[in-house]
């Protein structure tokens, strides 16, 4: 049976912004020493407790749901803003939409210039995103983990983006691949 890698970021990413062992850093962004183990569909996974910042964290819950396929290493977490449009695109697994689609659970809202989230629910009853957004120190750096609640969060969907990222399971399809089989539009 084929693993939808999509709900498998979004499992990730729904860890890393409710676990308050990881909070907002530019500088720590890659996390710190020990781990956690997150349940997901492909499996428990050990991602690094420590701080994150919006591009680290949407790309490293990417990296870790291609591992175990033949996409392991297109993504890492080691990317920003600006290029993650060219870096996810050019994988095959993901086109670039307008703001006008109806972005899918594990899909990416990305301002290119300055911030990034990822989609976990989007149908009639929420809009919701998960982000890393700020330090406790209102400002890039502070102590590890999430000493505000708000420095990663969940919460309801709101302008600021050029477009979604969409996981469509590839050009080039491998077995074994499930595609995101959302791809409604807006009316």
Same mark, same amino acid.
Request: charged share 20%; with cysteine; aromatic share 12%.
């Given at each position: 049976?084929?693993?939808? $890698? ?8 729904? !860890? ?6 990881? @909070?907002?850093?530019? /500088?720590?962004?890659?996390?710190t020493s020990g781990y956690c183990d ?31 396929? /033949? ?23 993901? =086109?670039?939409?307008?703001? =006008? ?13 300055? !911030? ?21 120190? @209102? &400002?890039?750096?502070?102590? /590890? @983990? &999430?000493?505000? @609640? ?7 969907y709101y302008e ?5 990222? !969409?996981?469509?399971?590839?050009? $080039? ?7 995101? /089989?959302?791809?409604? $539009? !807006?009316?």
């Amino acid at each position: 049976m084929a693993i939808n $890698r999509a709900n498998v970021a979004a499992q990730i990413m729904e !860890h890393l912004c409710t676990c308050p062992e990881h @909070g907002y850093s530019q /500088p720590g962004r890659y996390g710190t020493s020990g781990y956690c183990d997150v349940a997901t569909d492909a499996g428990t996974i050990r991602v690094k407790k420590g701080d994150r910042d919006c591009s680290s964290a949407v790309c490293e819950a990417w990296e870790y749901a291609l591992k175990g396929t /033949p996409y392991k290493g297109a993504i890492t977490r080691y990317h920003t803003t600006y290029d993650m449009r060219s870096l996810f695109c050019g994988t095959g697994l993901f =086109s670039w939409e307008p703001m =006008s689609f109806m972005a899918c659970r594990g899909d990416v809202y990305l301002d290119e210039s300055a !911030h990034t989230a990822m989609c976990f629910q989007n149908d009639a009853s929420a809009d919701v995103l998960g982000e890393f957004s700020i330090a406790e120190t @209102g &400002d890039i750096d502070g102590e /590890p @983990g &999430d000493q505000t @609640g708000w420095e990663s969060s969940v919460h309801g969907y709101y302008e600021a983006w050029d477009g979604i990222l !969409h996981y469509n399971g590839g050009g $080039r399809r491998r077995r074994g691949f499930a595609s995101n /089989p959302c791809r409604r $539009r !807006h009316g």
